[in-house]
């Protein structure tokens, strides 16, 4: 193949492309990245003052983590996204694959959720600190505020989306209602569940700094809204790199799982 | 082979149709699918349904499985009425309805297994019916390894598994290509006379129906009724040369020309 028909078919819609090429590409933009943030900052182009050098931006983590500050906080942050994320995901669950399936609880809550999901959750951090508090469960409280309703409405869109015919299929060879619900619905949602975890999982990650943004007094959001006040924007960057990151390994993990809970399933993420 | 699996054994009975009505919807806006429909299918027949697409003969299959809710009229299997779906009653569906996070073996098993067979029995049921549709090597593949082919015969397998009294097939070799269509008729016709179940299949393909079937159902447009019965006299085993045959092209000439007839009242 000449190279020039081989960069054509790289531009194919949907046309696999080389391993090699994806995973170099993957580093690459990284790459590009850093160049361009390092132009930006080495010819003064950008101030200091409002973008800070890639060292600086070094420094201040290795700084932080060698004091501790950066674990305490980050593991502050990693506790309210996982409680939040967990408490949400253990009611949305169970009850958005039985809006899905049975048309009398949908008729009942999909008015309260359509509308409640809308809410700008930032709106509600006063109302949850005059209810709840200052303590975590304020933040935990924003987390789940943000993330529940969307998870519930697409896991109930899943459950609805379940082949008619597979579930017929599965009363033709004996089943009732309720094992169908139990052996074709949940199952057959099962891939999908994990995927829309998976997304809501990034979204709690986002309104992390929500949570933290009022009245917290530890997390990454915390020390990002601190350092404002000192305009150190080194400390800033960090801070966001590090929600980033952690966000990153949360997708990961959760890939890995989808992979091993649903092998039959390869999904359109993969 | 064990005295469970053989044909004489496999359960099979009658299916009573009695001036069956559907109708879609209410008032102003509702569809009379089916008017009036009435017959009889003799146990261990194969009985096929051709008519033009939209005469409600998928709906009536779906009425027999007691997937849907008739308007009118009785349904009977073996005497007894159907109220809803249930185990005696098996189906092929046009779609492909393998269970996708089972195993080729564990949906043949599905059946068996919620009637609470135990493992050794069960292994001994879906070893009997993938032999029989020749998927034996697949047995641990997911169904989104097989071809189109492959997973209508996973499914026929499942549904015999389960031993039914009637097997409804809803044109379950319509969505595949001519070559394995006739490969999967074939299949059938070996299949069918090793457990002689009373088959009711729907198609809108004449060869196959003439080919396969004891007696050809003919249906008129909607409404949906029954327009003629034509029994099918070719004695068996039955083979694809069949196609050829005078005796099978004046059946095929009968049968279009109550399906033509048809059309030309429709405009």
């Known amino acids: 193949m000449s190279s020039e028909s081989r960069l054509k078919s790289l531009f194919r819609p949907y046309k696999p492309i080389p391993r090699r090429l994806g995973i170099f590409l993957g580093i690459f933009v990284w790459v590009l990245v850093i160049i361009g943030w390092i132009a930006l900052t080495y010819s003064g182009a950008v101030k200091a003052i409002f973008l ?5 931006v070094v420094e201040a983590t290795l ?38 399936t049975y048309r009398v609880v949908q008729a009942f809550l999909d008015p309260l959720v359509n509308f409640v999901r809308y809410l700008p959750v930032s709106s509600f951090v006063p109302l949850f600190i005059l209810w709840i508090g200052i303590g975590i469960e304020q ?9 529940f309703f969307q998870q519930l409405v697409m896991i109930a869109d899943s459950a609805r989306g379940v082949p008619r015919d597979l579930v017929n299929a599965a009363y033709t060879l004996g089943t009732s209602p309720g094992d169908t619900v139990r052996q074709v619905v949940f199952p057959a949602t099962l891939p999908n569940v994990l995927d829309i975890l998976r997304v809501t999982m990034g979204w709690a990650w986002t309104y992390l700094v929500v949570a933290e943004l009022v009245a917290a007094k530890s997390g990454l959001g915390y020390i990002s809204l601190k350092a404002m006040r000192g305009f150190q924007v080194d400390v800033i960057f960090m801070a966001i790199a590090m929600i980033g990151i952690l966000g990153l390994c949360t997708d990961q993990i959760f890939r890995l799982v989808r992979k091993l809970a649903a092998p039959w399933d390869h999904g359109s993420s993969q | 082979m064990t005295s469970v699996l053989t044909a004489s054994d496999m359960r099979s009975a009658d299916i009573g149709i009695e001036d069956v009505v559907l109708r879609y919807g209410q008032g102003e806006n509702s569809v009379l699918a089916l008017d009036g429909v009435s017959f009889h299918v003799d146990r261990n027949e194969f009985c096929a349904i051709v008519g033009p697409s939209g005469c409600g003969k998928s ?23 159907v109220t809803g779906p249930g185990a005696n009653r098996g189906m092929v569906f046009q ?20 009637k609470g067979f135990p493992a050794a029995e069960r292994r001994e049921i879906v070893d009997h019916f993938l032999d029989e549709v020749g998927l034996t090597q697949f047995a641990n593949h997911f169904p989104s390894q097989l071809s189109g082919g492959m ?12 031993d039914p009294e009637v097997l409804l097939m809803d044109e379950p070799f319509g969505a595949l290509d001519s070559q394995t269509r006739t490969a999967m008729q074939a299949l059938l016709l070996k299949v069918w006379d090793h457990t002689k179940k009373t088959v009711l299949f729907v198609t809108h393909d004449i ?8 007696r050809v159902l003919v249906m008129s447009g909607r409404p949906g009724q029954i327009k003629k019965a034509i029994p099918i006299g070719i004695p068996r085993p039955r083979n694809m040369d069949l196609v050829m045959e005078p005796e099978f092209i004046a059946l095929k000439r009968d049968i279009l020309g109550l399906l033509k007839n048809d059309e030309d009242g429709d405009h």
């Not at chain 2, 997973?151 to 389960?162: G, W, Y």
């Open chain 1, 63 to 100: 700084k932080m983590a060698a004091n501790g500050t950066l674990w305490e906080h980050m593991f502050a942050s990693i506790q309210v996204v996982l409680i939040g994320f967990f408490v949400s995901s253990v009611v949305a669950v169970p009850l958005g694959l039985t809006m899905g």
């Open chain 1, 52 to 56: 800070p050098r890639p060292e600086e």
């Open chain 2, 207 to 214: 060869d196959e129906a003439i080919l396969l079937a004891d």
């Open chain 2, 59 to 81: 709906s009536l299959l779906y009425l027999v499985a007691g997937l849907e809710e008739r308007t009118g009229g009785t349904i009977a299997v073996g005497g007894k009425p």
């Open chain 2, 151 to 162: 997973k209508q015969r996973v499914a026929l397998a499942r549904a015999l598994a389960n």
């Open chain 2, 95 to 114: 779609s492909y309805t393998l269970f996708p996070w089972l195993t080729v073996a564990q949906n043949v098993a599905f059946g068996p297994k919620r």
């Open chain 1, 139 to 147: 933040r935990v409280a924003v987390i789940i505020f943000g993330i």
